[in-house]
């Protein structure tokens, strides 16, 4: 069976997302049980601020996977969701379902994090060595022979300085002004004690300087320009499986209510069926819930 124009729709807005670096989660359903809303097959892209592209479910459905997706883009991790129906397997989400419906289904939930953000400054064949290999593993990699560029760097960027002294040292002077996880500068120990020193002179005090690893790279000894290319990526590598160079998330989405009835969760901003309770606003996904929480008030003494 091939990709519906939907599906495909939303991959390609996937794939840009992710070429620009951007964090979202893609909601996937497995399978589902008549008569849930949701097809098998159907994919939505899920923001951090908690707005949805494409279709997912229903009223109860669709609140619920929302705020699983931006658990799961505050940590990282995957999960597989069961909407409806009791499942015991290892490492699975079961979610009760007590609305009208008698439907079900499973949601795969998964992150997608911007990849590691590399930014080589210089212009030499270690350079374009370094930046070849991180890309092979799947890294945004660019190179840049200008200083300027560097400042942009951010809180998920790596950034190498290896100019072989042409502009060492403005370079390394805008990396220290960004959030950049990583500054690395390739050059032996004399040169780089010589440019901390500059650094020093203009001002940058001796907590920032220590931010600077020199010379970058696992100490490989006496090594061709290849060789330190390796070298620095896999002290890069060893950095990002201990978590530094991970964005900072920054998920948005309001608190979500809950149902007193059923326990899903329901969008206070966008739900229709709201009651006032004892001086609060109490809100529910369906009419049934909402209608059997009233019954239930009404009949206390």
């Known amino acids: 069976m091939g990709t519906g124009p939907v599906t495909a729709g939303i991959l390609g807005r996937a794939a840009k997302l992710a070429g620009e670096g951007r ?3 893609l909601a996937s359903v497995t399978w589902r049980r008549a008569p849930s809303s949701g097809k098998q097959g159907s994919k939505a892209i899920i923001h951090p601020d908690g707005s949805v592209d ?5 009223a109860c459905a669709a609140p ?3 705020r699983h997706a931006l658990q799961a883009l505050t940590d990282g991790r995957p999960r597989l969701l069961v909407l409806g129906e009791e499942d015991h397997r290892h490492d699975v989400t079961a979610v009760s379902m007590a609305c009208s419906s008698e ?6 939930v998964e992150p997608m994090l911007p990849s590691p953000h590399l930014m080589v400054v210089g212009n030499s064949p270690m350079v374009d060595t370094l930046r070849r290999l ?4 799947g890294w945004r990699a660019e190179s840049v022979n200008d200083p300027g560029p560097v400042a942009g760097a951010g809180d998920g960027s790596y950034v190498v300085v290896a100019t072989q002294g042409h502009f060492d040292e403005p370079a390394l002077e ?3 002004t960004t959030a950049a996880a990583y500054i690395g500068l390739v050059a032996s120990e004399k040169r780089a004690s010589a440019v901390k020193t500059w650094l020093r002179e203009r001002g940058i005090d001796d907590a920032a300087l220590a931010r600077i690893r020199a010379p970058a790279g696992v100490d490989l000894g006496a090594t061709e320009h290849h060789e330190i290319a390796v070298s620095v990526l896999a002290e890069l590598v060893a950095l990002k499986t201990s978590g530094a160079g991970r964005p900072a998330m920054r998920v948005e989405a309001a608190e979500p209510a809950i149902d007193p009835v059923c326990g899903m969760s329901v969008d206070p901003a966008t739900a ?3 009651s006032e309770h ?8 369906a009419p049934g819930c909402q209608r059997t929480f009233e019954e239930s008030v009404n009949r206390r003494p």
Request: glycine content about 14%; hydrophobic content about 60%.
């Open 23 to 25: 964090p979202f989660v």
């Open 54 to 58: 494409g279709w997912l479910g229903g």
């Open 64 to 66: 619920t996977v929302v």
């Open 103 to 108: 439907g079900a289904m499973e949601v795969y």
């Open 134 to 137: 991180a890309a092979v593993l």
């Open 174 to 176: 805008a990396a220290l």
């Open 272 to 274: 229709r069926f709201v």
């Open 278 to 285: 004892e001086g609060r606003l109490v809100y529910f996904c």
